[in-house]
């Protein structure tokens, strides 16, 4: 019994079912490429909504937003990967994501054009990125993985935006 | 099944910290010589549960460490020592490494172990010194010569107080436990047991006589009793041979069933006989004083809650009411409906006002600390002084609290090191020799002031002058009123101090004290007077958590400028406006010449209407003793705003000090005065442009 209790507690407290058989993915498009996030990340997804622009921050931000009372930054994926970017649709969708940073759990949002599926994903299925040297940027990617015939790029959400955070940081403090 | 007792930990930390600062106060205000057994009490009581908090959760240095203060404070509050100065010195003295043991431990850190063992000598000196001055019978001596002799066990005299068991003690557990260790006899004294009809079912009547036979030590009784001992009368004495117990023990069945027994009924004189030879009652013999601790940061009055459960009460009626009337709207039902929503608006402001009492804590948790900093450092610097304290109980939000404390430690600090002068000076100048430094805190008019104020020799302003000239901060022939050369002790880097003590007189300081000020979204100013003394005046608004602002808009944007820092907004015509080195755009206002900081360009707004500065307004704002004109658009309204981190899920920003939500649910930002000046002087245009590049 207290077995079975610490192990649902792990389960809980890990950063999703890395270990387990099947973890899932929130899948999404950018720019015709099909990305993912550790569904256990994904606080909740919402349409595209006017956001307060921030000034004095890279253009990728695109502002805060109030969601419930709680000021969130939302970033723009496409622009954060130096993807085309596009005018926003009515599929044009917000994740917001719980991240891990240095001082606690975060909430932030990243915009992408569309969400796609929820990817059942077992965990031999995953393979890492191939190293391109530095012309492409793939510290964000934690492995990738094929679902049919298409492959996902399974993001770090904590590289992805803690680090963002970090080095405004360190710009700050050098200032 | 095992507890997770880490999850208990940081209640131990907050207790003990607390307990800490209550036997510091404790000890400050004690007189040697004469203290009185309240105190004492009050300051074992408080080790005592810091060593309890410790055995429990096997921090066993601190236990340990504890164990001997407590042991020292048990022999005085017992009165079998003088509280003498040199003692309550050591004390103090180990205060301060137990809160430093306590720090270490709950950041998982080491602390020094021959810091500790050298407190812990000191300790054990005055332990071992002072004990043969007073010549009141030592009990343990009287154990020992009976334990060197052949003893053969304890007699035990027990009386819960009435309210034991309402503590969760049951008298029946600790007789079995004890029967547990050796051979039990136990002797029920029923002389106090009331008439059924009287008899309160939770209350303690009963005490007992308890003979413990077998080779047991005093701390495992001791260890029986521990949790309980202030509840009770309790008395431990070695059985000796040549003594015998008094009372032969009945050949009542030695097993613990105390309560049906009821023939046993041993006279009560012999018993308190017994008692009296040897450590007659010492734990109880001293009243328990009603415990006057403070609140804790996580505590909250009881009062306040339910004055917050009544306001949610009335908003859910008036909720229910208007969503009744929506229901089945008609026009006529106009007047009812504003009425209503007027009643909403009511409830919710008081709910506010309320919510924000919650984060409200007295100002006595800052200022505790100040007794004993006046204490040590009057000593130290030879100096006699007294501190005043007036508004303690004057609440104050509790991040003001946490952040106000280093700022105010320094101003006092500077106040005594600077300000006091020596006694032979003071008697020279013809003041009493005793300095006095007042701290006074009190509400005006939605904010709180925090005075720091000495009658010491005031501030010298042609000293103060001529290190500014010299330290070129100022021209040479500037020509300052008082209050800008007073200003002039907050610049970096500035000391007046001839020599530089480890107290103060670095410099560094004054501009971190004003600058933590600032930030808290206060200001502080100085009065002074040579020879007089001077005064440190803190204005704190009274919560951090809402702010009076006023709604500016740049283009499409609106942004908040906190209301505290406007001095006034004014319509600029180009004869007013100058440039500064082809650059720095300046207007004249009134005799000042300020520079003009244009909001839509630091901030990178594209879409500003106002391009000229015919077209907009100049707010006039002043951060940290500097004033600028804001360049923006448009005023829109006064109100309100609940601050939001913005650092909570990104960053902070330069130039902005948090966001708010605005009445249709949009995020506007608010500005940070201060932060904007400092970046208009770091060359604006330059800092908006790499921004934007490296974007």
Redesign the interface.
């Known amino acids: 019994m207290a077995e079975l209790q610490a192990a649902e507690l792990n389960n809980l407290q890990s950063e999703g079912f890395s270990d387990e058989q099947n973890a899932q993915y929130l899948t999404f498009e950018l720019a015709d490429e099909d990305y993912g996030v550790d569904i256990l990340r994904v606080q909740e997804i919402r349409g595209w909504d006017v956001v307060t622009r921030v000034p004095n921050t890279p253009s990728y931000v695109k502002g805060v937003l109030n969601l419930r009372g709680a000021i969130v930054p939302i970033f723009d994926l496409r622009e954060r990967f130096d993807l085309s970017s596009q005018e926003y649709t009515k599929d044009t969708v917000v994740i917001v994501l719980r991240v891990n940073g240095d001082t606690g759990m975060r909430i932030m949002g990243i915009i992408v054009d569309a969400v796609s599926d929820v990817l059942n994903a077992n965990s031999s299925g995953l393979v890492n990125a191939p190293d391109f040297g530095g012309r492409v940027a793939t510290e964000f990617i934690a492995s990738l993985i094929s679902a049919g015939d298409k492959m996902v790029m399974l993001l770090d959400v904590d590289k992805l935006l803690g680090q963002d955070q970090q080095s405004e940081q360190e710009q700050a403090a050098a200032n | 099944?095992t507890i997770d007792m880490a999850q208990f930990h940081q209640v131990f930390f907050d207790e003990s910290f607390e307990g800490l600062d209550i036997m510091e106060s404790g000890l400050l205000e004690m007189d040697p010589g004469s203290a009185d057994p309240e105190q004492i009490n009050s300051i074992f009581r408080a080790a005592h549960s810091i060593k309890g908090g410790s055995g429990t959760f096997g921090f066993t240095n601190i236990a340990d460490f504890t164990h001997v203060m407590e042991t020292l404070l048990d022999e005085m509050r017992d009165g079998r020592r003088q509280v003498t100065a040199e003692a309550v010195n050591v004390l103090l003295a180990s205060v301060d490494v137990l809160r430093e043991m306590l720090t270490a431990t709950s950041e998982d850190a080491e602390v020094d172990p021959e810091r500790v063992k050298a407190q812990k000598a000191e300790l054990d000196r005055i332990l071992a010194g002072g004990a043969a001055a007073v010549e009141v019978a030592e009990p343990d001596s009287t154990e020992e010569a009976c334990a060197s002799s052949e003893q053969t066990g304890w007699h035990i005299v027990f009386r819960p107080h009435s309210h034991m068991m309402r503590t969760g003690n049951d008298p029946l557990r600790l007789i079995r436990e004890l029967g547990s260790l050796g051979e039990l006899s136990v002797e029920v004294d029923l002389e106090s047991l009331l008439p059924l009809s009287e008899y309160e079912p939770e209350d303690s009547y009963l005490s007992w006589d308890l003979h413990l036979k077998g080779d047991i030590s005093k701390e495992q009784i001791d260890d029986i009793f521990d949790w309980v001992e202030d509840d009770c009368d309790l008395s431990i004495a070695p059985i000796c041979p040549a003594q015998k117990a008094p009372a032969a023990a009945p050949e009542t069945a030695s097993e613990p069933a105390p309560k049906t027994e009821i023939k046993a009924a041993p006279a009560p004189d012999e018993r308190r006989e017994g008692g009296d030879r040897r450590t007659s009652d010492r734990r109880g013999s001293v009243k328990k004083p009603a415990t006057g601790g403070g609140t804790s940061s996580i505590r909250v009055d009881i009062t306040k809650i339910d004055v917050l459960i009544n306001m949610v009460g009335e908003l859910v009626i008036t909720q229910s009411m208007l969503s009744m009337m929506g229901e089945e709207f008609d026009i006529s039902q106009i007047e009812r409906l504003r009425e209503g929503l007027a009643q909403l608006e009511r409830h919710t402001r008081e709910m506010q006002e309320s919510v924000m009492q919650i984060r409200m804590l007295p100002i006595s948790f800052t200022f505790s600390r100040f007794p004993r900093l006046v204490h040590d450092l009057s000593t130290k610097m030879g100096k006699q002084i007294e501190l005043k304290m007036t508004g303690e109980t004057t609440e104050v939000d509790k991040t003001v609290i946490e952040k106000i404390g280093d700022p105010l430690v320094h101003l006092v600090r500077n106040s005594l090191d600077h300000g006091i002068e020596m006694p032979e000076e003071r008697v020279a100048a013809g003041k009493p020799e005793q300095g006095t430094v007042e701290l006074n805190a009190y509400h005006r008019g939605g904010n709180i002031i925090i005075e720091i104020k000495d009658d010491g020799k005031g501030l010298n302003r042609d000293l103060l002058l001529e290190k500014a000239i010299e330290r070129g901060l100022v021209p040479s022939d500037a020509i300052l009123s008082d209050q800008q050369i007073y200003e002039l002790i907050f610049a970096a880097g500035f000391s007046t101090a001839e020599t530089v003590s480890d107290v103060s007189g670095r410099g560094v300081g004054m501009d971190v004290v004003r600058r933590n000020i600032n930030e808290l979204g206060g200001s502080i100013e100085i009065h002074s007077e040579m020879g007089v003394g001077s005064s440190f005046i803190i204005r704190l608004p009274l919560t951090l958590a809402i702010l009076d602002g006023q709604t500016v808009s740049i283009g499409s944007?609106t942004y908040i400028v906190p209301l505290v820092s406007i001095i006034e907004s004014i319509q600029v015509k180009e004869n007013m406006v100058n440039m500064l080195a082809g650059k720095g755009e300046t207007f004249k206002l009134r005799e000042e010449y300020l520079p003009i900081v244009r909001l839509h360009e630091?901030?990178?707004?594209n879409d500003a209407k106002a391009k000229e500065l015919n077209e907009g307004l100049l707010v006039v704002v002043e951060g940290e003793g500097r004033r600028c004109g804001l360049f923006v658009d448009d005023l829109l309204g006064q109100q309100q705003v609940v601050i939001?981190?913005?650092e909570?899920?990104?960053?902070?920003?330069?130039?902005?000090s948090g966001?708010t939500?605005l009445g249709d649910?949009?995020?506007?930002?608010i500005l940070d005065i201060p932060g904007l000046i400092r970046m208009a002087g770091n060359a604006s245009s330059a800092?908006?442009k790499d921004?934007?590049k490296?974007?």
């Open positions: 099944m944007e630091i901030l990178g707004v939001k981190s913005l909570a899920n990104y960053r902070k920003i330069s130039g902005l966001a939500i649910g949009s995020v506007a930002l800092f908006s921004v934007r490296s974007a």
